[in-house]
């Protein structure tokens, strides 16, 4: 998140000097150099974001980059069809890792309160018999 | 039971984004129905295209055809994925049905349009 805002700061200046393609070259070079696909979708966002709405592309993609990073849902209306698709990708495999991770923590829950509850049972069949 | 009703209440709202529940069979049929609407849509317009469109080169010579060509492209490649990750994501898939890590590539934009689905392949 930090690279993200570092390269928004260098690169608002730029854009706000009328260098839009010039921007846009250094914002896709980024997204094609980057080695985490998080970062290739934020970075081909911001590439497209200045190519389709020039200087204000930025602050609209900052915007809605952070909803969704946040996971909520963004507006991405300047975004290629494949862009887009990228994106929502993301938000997919990132709510197919929650509910994985979710289902993970209930079979746990289940095995630990399985076995209390065998503890209990136990405790109980043993307390009666002991009357 | 009161207690039990205020407990869920707290623990599922106020944190975290809003979670949805709906008929299952509305929602599998909505989401059906886009996708149906999306890949016929997506047919339709690479025959316009191949019809109406002409290249300069590797390329569509009309930014609008590039631009229709592009949600050609990606709608043959992704639209599948997206629709069996809308059910799995919901539940309404198998287990063994559970679709790939990462989405399909997507064929890089070029005129002519190079062959897709839609094209029986």
């Known amino acids: 998140m930090s690279d993200f805002a570092d390269v928004l700061d260098t690169l608002i200046p730029l854009v706000g000097g009328a260098l839009v393609d010039k921007a846009k070259d250094e914002i896709t070079k980024l997204s094609e150099d980057a080695d985490d696909p998080t970062k290739q979708i934020v970075f081909a966002l ?6 389709e709405l020039g200087e ?33 990708a993301l938000l997919q495999n990132a709510e197919r890792g929650r509910k994985k991770k979710a289902k993970a923590a209930i079979a746990k829950a289940g095995k630990v309160f399985g076995t209390v509850g065998a503890l209990f049972f136990k405790a109980a069949v043993s307390g009666a018999l002991s009357k | 039971m009161r207690n039990l009703v205020l407990l869920l209440l707290i623990t599922t709202t106020g944190c975290g984004t809003k979670v949805i529940l709906r008929d299952t069979n509305v929602y599998k049929a909505e989401l059906d129905q886009y996708h149906r609407w999306a890949t016929a849509q997506s047919g339709y317009l ?31 490649a992704r639209a599948d994925w997206h629709h069996q990750m809308s059910l ?30 839609t094209d029986g392949e």
Request: one cysteine or more; proline letters at 8%; hydrophobic letters at 40%.
């Open chain 1, 56 to 88: 204000d592309g930025l602050d609209i993609a900052e915007a809605e980059i952070k909803r969704l990073l946040n996971g909520r849902s963004a507006d991405l209306d300047w975004a290629s069809p494949r862009t887009a698709s990228d994106a929502v």
């Open chain 2, 46 to 76: 690479r025959d316009f295209i191949a019809e109406h469109c002409e290249c300069d080169g590797d390329t569509f010579a009309d930014a609008e055809c590039k631009d229709a060509a592009d949600y050609v492209l990606t709608i043959e």
């Open chain 1, 46 to 51: 911001m590439a497209e974001a200045v190519g």
């Open chain 2, 88 to 117: 799995w994501n919901a539940g309404l898939l198998p287990d063994d049905k559970e679709p790939a890590k990462n989405p399909p590539s997507i064929a890089p934009l070029t005129c002519p349009l190079p062959a897709g689905l």
